[in-house]
């Protein structure tokens, strides 16, 4: 088959890269060959500089490719509105499309050029089957769709690989109700674009052969990778918990960030956990928000049609609900999906 013949060309070429080391002087030969440079803001507002080595970047695309050449077919047509400005992610997805065959309309997410109305035009204009972007993003342009008068279940879209932001699976599952579409998640941090990738059950699974993970305080706490902290909620499944598809690397849930997350009386409690609860409400449209302020979650929900909806029974419901199942405070905001982008978060 040529798809597989081509990519074990490039899987060549990319082990030849690894092995070559083009410097001849001595004293530089045991420091790692740096391939680029990126930034991430600590939590502080500051931002860091990351370099990573030519042997991150290649390997970490090698399973990023493996794993949306499970998702991703030659025929698909697919839109990347991820990061590109000073991350990885975008360049990375780029080369992983390209690899598995498909071709590719990067749009960003700073929308200057390609602002979402626009997006939507190309998603008609060039049949756009698969969108590679975050959830809230997905949420968005689906709102955007129907204010239009669109249908987002209409639409050529038919596969949504959510990246860059932790997303329940009943969030997911809203979200690709709302396209009509499958969804799949990957998981990375800033300075590891791809640190999990979802099996066929749906389930994120730890590049262990190549990323050492621990958390702090565990089995839910701060991710550790590589002996750094990253700043990012997860939980990591003991490595004796198997996945159903029986595959021996352990299972990470990610929770989004330390900063979004406050003690509950059973331990950590995270914005996803929140959400979770949120989407056992049936009439919420796929968007969230959620910020932590003085041990406080502050929710913003939407829903499709505010006229519909008994929003003081709603926000009521919800805080109860997080309240029984959490035992954490939530603030709840709903509003119509249309005023979704002037919402306080
Ligand atoms: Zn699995």
């Given at each position: 088959m040529t798809t597989t013949t081509s990519l074990a060309t490039h899987y060549e070429q990319f082990l030849e890269l690894l092995t070559r080391?083009?410097?001849?002087?001595?004293?530089?030969?045991?420091a790692p060959l740096r391939a680029r440079y990126g930034e991430r803001v600590d939590p502080s507002g500051a931002a860091e500089p990351i370099v990573l080595t030519r042997d991150e970047w290649i390997r970490d695309q090698i399973d990023l490719t493996l794993a949306m050449g499970r998702l991703l077919t030659e025929d698909d047509v697919v839109v990347s509105a991820v990061p590109y400005e000073l991350s990885f992610i975008g360049a990375q997805v780029d080369r992983v499309i390209e690899m598995v065959g498909a071709s590719v309309i990067s749009v960003g997410t700073?929308?200057?050029?390609?602002p979402m109305p626009r997006l939507l035009g190309l998603i008609e204009q060039y049949e756009v089957t698969a969108l590679v972007c975050s959830p809230s993003f997905a949420a968005e342009l689906a709102g955007l769709a129907a204010s239009l008068g669109k249908r987002p279940a209409d639409s050529t879209v038919r596969t949504i690989v959510c990246v860059g932001e932790a997303c329940s699976t009943e969030r997911l599952d809203r979200i690709g109700a709302a396209w009509a579409a499958r969804t799949s998640a990957l998981y990375g941090t800033p300075s590891a674009p791809t640190v999990a990738v979802a099996c066929d059950h749906g389930a994120l699974h730890l590049c262990d052969h190549r990323l050492r993970a621990e958390v702090r305080g565990g089995p839910r706490g701060e991710l550790i990778l590589d002996g750094s902290p990253t700043g990012e909620a997860v939980e990591l499944w003991p490595a004796d918990r198997r996945c159903a598809c029986g595959s021996a690397s352990r299972v990470l849930l990610p929770l989004g960030g330390m900063a979004s997350a406050v003690r509950g009386p059973d331990g950590l409690v995270s914005a996803v956990d929140v959400e979770r609860v949120v989407f056992g409400?049936?009439?919420?449209?796929p968007h969230f928000a959620c910020a932590v302020r003085n041990g406080t979650f502050h929710v913003t929900c939407a829903v499709a049609?505010?006229?519909?909806?008994?929003a003081g029974a709603l926000r009521r419901a919800i805080r109860g609900g997080v309240d029984e199942a959490l035992g954490v405070e939530a603030e709840v905001t709903i509003v119509g999906v249309q005023d979704w982008s002037t919402a306080p978060s």
């Amino acid at each position: 088959m040529t798809t597989t013949t081509s990519l074990a060309t490039h899987y060549e070429q990319f082990l030849e890269l690894l092995t070559r080391d083009p410097r001849t002087a001595a004293d530089d030969r045991d420091a790692p060959l740096r391939a680029r440079y990126g930034e991430r803001v600590d939590p502080s507002g500051a931002a860091e500089p990351i370099v990573l080595t030519r042997d991150e970047w290649i390997r970490d695309q090698i399973d990023l490719t493996l794993a949306m050449g499970r998702l991703l077919t030659e025929d698909d047509v697919v839109v990347s509105a991820v990061p590109y400005e000073l991350s990885f992610i975008g360049a990375q997805v780029d080369r992983v499309i390209e690899m598995v065959g498909a071709s590719v309309i990067s749009v960003g997410t700073s929308g200057t050029i390609c602002p979402m109305p626009r997006l939507l035009g190309l998603i008609e204009q060039y049949e756009v089957t698969a969108l590679v972007c975050s959830p809230s993003f997905a949420a968005e342009l689906a709102g955007l769709a129907a204010s239009l008068g669109k249908r987002p279940a209409d639409s050529t879209v038919r596969t949504i690989v959510c990246v860059g932001e932790a997303c329940s699976t009943e969030r997911l599952d809203r979200i690709g109700a709302a396209w009509a579409a499958r969804t799949s998640a990957l998981y990375g941090t800033p300075s590891a674009p791809t640190v999990a990738v979802a099996c066929d059950h749906g389930a994120l699974h730890l590049c262990d052969h190549r990323l050492r993970a621990e958390v702090r305080g565990g089995p839910r706490g701060e991710l550790i990778l590589d002996g750094s902290p990253t700043g990012e909620a997860v939980e990591l499944w003991p490595a004796d918990r198997r996945c159903a598809c029986g595959s021996a690397s352990r299972v990470l849930l990610p929770l989004g960030g330390m900063a979004s997350a406050v003690r509950g009386p059973d331990g950590l409690v995270s914005a996803v956990d929140v959400e979770r609860v949120v989407f056992g409400h049936s009439r919420l449209a796929p968007h969230f928000a959620c910020a932590v302020r003085n041990g406080t979650f502050h929710v913003t929900c939407a829903v499709a049609d505010s006229g519909a909806v008994d929003a003081g029974a709603l926000r009521r419901a919800i805080r109860g609900g997080v309240d029984e199942a959490l035992g954490v405070e939530a603030e709840v905001t709903i509003v119509g999906v249309q005023d979704w982008s002037t919402a306080p978060s």
